[in-house]
């Protein structure tokens, strides 16, 4: 299995605030990787695929960069919307397999 | 505006058989190439992929699960199972549904989730 772990557990951060969270894989996903965004009591939303592009309807202010092991989420402005839980998804090869999160809070 | 909605019991006693189901709605779950997806969360933890059923019927488990795992479709109610065999406590979790599309394989679209508690 390809073990995807995000750095790090938890980030402080205040609104306006420009934020990365890491995920790194134990093996090569290519560019197979997706994130997503979790709140309290509700389903993953996708955020990125292809570990850069951007789903529709996501705001701009999110980005994702890497290839390979190595992958970012960045979110460029910090807004209150934004305090949640983000996961990372390879779907290179099975089985799939997620990081464990990263919680970012005020 | 397809939608999924999760549904069984919500307590389960150990060594028993969780079985929960995933309706379709707003589309059909024979149509396209759909990746109809079972993933799970113990609580305050993280995302555990479960497996699929591709639309013509393939499977894809999870090994960690697979000896127990079944997961089918049923086009005539247009849902989709999950059977997980000879249960304990550490398969108390969140179950959502979800669907990622033939080739894609990121999850876009998921059900709201259901509690499954493994208890006595």
């Known amino acids: 299995d390809i073990q995807m772990t995000q750095s790090p557990s938890t980030l402080s951060a205040s609104v306006g605030d420009r934020v990365t969270t890491t995920c790194r894989a134990s093996q090569s996903s290519s560019s197979w990787l997706a994130w997503y965004q979790q709140k309290p009591g509700k389903a993953p939303k996708l955020l990125i695929y292809?570990?850069?592009s951007l789903e529709s309807g996501v705001p701009s202010r999110f980005s994702g960069n890497g290839s390979g092991t190595e992958f970012t989420l960045t979110i460029s402005s910090l807004q209150p919307d934004d305090f949640a839980t983000y996961y990372c998804q390879q779907y290179s090869s099975y089985p799939w397999t997620f990081g464990q999160g990263t919680k970012v809070e005020i | 505006q397809v939608q999924l909605q999760e549904s069984g019991p919500g307590l389960v006693k150990p060594s028993a058989t969780l079985s929960l189901t995933c309706t379709v709605s707003?589309?059909?779950?024979?149509?396209?190439?759909?990746?109809w997806s079972w993933i799970r969360q113990p609580p305050g933890k993280g995302l555990e992929w479960i497996g699929y059923v591709y639309s013509r019927g393939t499977t894809n488990y999870n090994p960690s699960l697979k000896s127990r795992l079944t997961i089918s479709v049923d086009t005539s109610k247009n849902q989709f199972s999950l059977n997980l065999r000879s249960v304990t406590a550490a398969d108390t979790a969140v179950y959502f549904c979800?669907?990622?599309?033939?080739?894609?394989?990121?999850?876009?679209?998921w059900g709201q989730g259901t509690l499954v508690t493994v208890s006595s």
């Open positions: 707003g589309g059909s779950v024979s149509s396209g190439s759909y990746y």
């Open positions: 979800a669907r990622a599309t033939y080739g894609s394989s990121w999850y876009n679209l």
């Open positions: 292809k570990a850069s």
